[in-house]
């Protein structure tokens, strides 16, 4: 049984278990909405991820980088931020994308599919705003914690694996909830790029009798997934908080 | 290639132009619409009737928890329903139209109101308690209060909020492509299409959008210069 | 300026009735409507509307309005009628009413030469088609809602992934593909053509029979005076009625 086959065997189970609580104009089409909420779900999961790791990298070289370092940082914060979601996934579905399998090449695979391009694209745009958030937590801390680590004869990389980036994770946390239920949001974009996430498979149930039930069944599942997170959210910081900061 | 960028008939960059200007129209109009509807929200909020805070409290919930693409395809499709049915039920055959454009105002207003609420809200009680007690002190009412003491420090305590809002929402502003609204990213992507070169129209919608956040991040950091003078920080 | 989509106003022969009838079309869909350099909505369902609103000597406007949005937009008073070679279905029946067909639409699945895809085998491809459409409602009718159906928001787009080898094959109507064919070597039709009894009808609201049978009436006149044939013969070199 492959991974898909699981993914669909968990929709189906929910989808029994939905058929006789839920309203009809619900239940017939249930299996989509949660094959769609389990894409979001997965896309959601990798880019947090890997988007924080690549966020963190940033916000390092942003405050200990050298010249071209730091500029790089810079400019990947600012691009990212500075523009549209939409604008990103389309400059790279549409507009790269258009390039072709000859001048790919290798990469064709990667810019074939809308998914990868889509989780591509999110992981980017949320390591932007991640990298910015890490930032500001790391400028919150005082100097002396820094020369503290590496006069203990810390070198760089120690002092910031071990003492700054955990105080700095710690201080920008409620920040880092608030943008995963903004790249949640903002993941719905993806249905776009031909990729059939909980959106994608909403607009396609709506297509069907243009019902506005399709869309109030939509929202009240992302509105789930947001309470689902912030309360996932609110434990992982009382945990952090354990012998840290009040 | 460049000439596909150029101004004039045969090429499409004052199309380009007039896109980016219709983005700027969408996102002031729902500036100023969201900042009014904000306003009642964040009073709603501060009210001391507990189910005008519910409500407001509720309606910040839904929209800080829906995609923001989901809410406009609601606004676009459900506004024309809502509005037909108010017709029938009052008797009276609709033809009535909600344009696009209105449509778009309206969700994304609808959108930022949610979050500038929170920020007027968070700059009204920004404002020192002492403050407050030297009006009560010097016998001002609590109508000469709010009015003397508290709004002229609102706009102060609310700017960076707001200007970071701004941002979020004039990027916001590209989901009307997909309403087919022909701002800057719909023709970008028409221009891609028809010329069979997207990536130079949709790399030159990116830049126009970095340019416009950028202007607009310069803006506020004057505004919060000039609001700030004289104070010490 | 050329590419922006405007509305279009026709004034017939006779002088204004009160009130112009609002047709609405996609202009997205060539030879049946799109617009052309200049910013017009043109095609034969363009030429169509004309030829009706002539007959039935009422003044017209043509709007554009994209697919997803077009029958809502009916519903809600936006137009009174769309000619966008639109598929009577049993599902948009429940929501609008449509007049007499128009002419009848076939499916047809394109694909590169030497795929190997044909009509009968498409659920182990990786298949486009245009959301909201019946290409989309077949291909999942085939495929199952969990093949690996790719849905577009307009026809250009989808096309274009399958020039650029997203996807093995496109679900579309017969005679756009023929169009879109003509321009694109290496790709061809897959499989036989696949009736699904598609009647192409006008929209109107529910309860219009006014204007029901005015459009039928007008429809009946068109094709007895020959009207209609030459508009088609136009187009596509025979009578697609």
Known sequence: MGYQDIKYAVSDAVCLLAQDTTPASFAKYCPRYIDGILVTVELLLLSSFIGFFIGALVAVGRVSGGPSVRSLAWAWSYVFRGTPLLVQLWIVYFGLGSLGEEQLGVLWPFFKSGWAVGLAVLTINTSAYIAEILRGGLATLPPGQYEAAVSCGMSRGQAMRRILLPQAI???WPAYGNELILLMKGSALVSTITVMDLMGQTRSVFARGYAMETYAYSAVLYLLLALFLTLLLKMVERRLRVGGYP | MFELLSFGDSGWGDDLIIGALLTIRLALASLSLGLLFGLVLAMMKLSRLAPARWLAE????????VPEFLILLMVFFGTEKAVATVGQWLGFETTFEVPKFAAAVAGLSAIFAAYCCEVIRGAYLAVPKGQIEAGLAVGMSRWQIFQRIRVPQLWRFALPGLGNLWLVMLKDTSLAAVLAIDELLRVAKVAGEATRNPLLFLLAAGLLYLIMTAVSDHLRARMEKRLNRGMAR | MKKTVMTLALLAATPAMAEPLRIATEGAYPPFNEVNAAGELVGFDVDIAN?????????CVIVAQDWDGIIPGLTAGKYDAIIASMSITEERLQTVDFTDPYYSNFLVVVAKDGSGVTSENVKEYSVGAQRSTIAAVWAEEQMGTRGDLRLYDTTTASFADLEAGRIDAFVADYFPAVEWLKDNAGFSIAGD???????????????????KDALNAALNGIIADGTYGEISTQYFGVDIY
């Open chain 2, 58 to 65: 509720a309606y910040t919930l839904f929209i800080r928890g």
């Open chain 3, 193 to 211: 053509r696949i009736d699904i009894d598609d009647k192409i009808g006008i929209a109107i609201r529910q309860n219009e029979g006014e204007l």
């Open chain 3, 51 to 59: 030829a009706l609103c002539a007959k039935m000597e009422a003044e």
């Open chain 1, 170 to 172: 710690r201080v920008a």
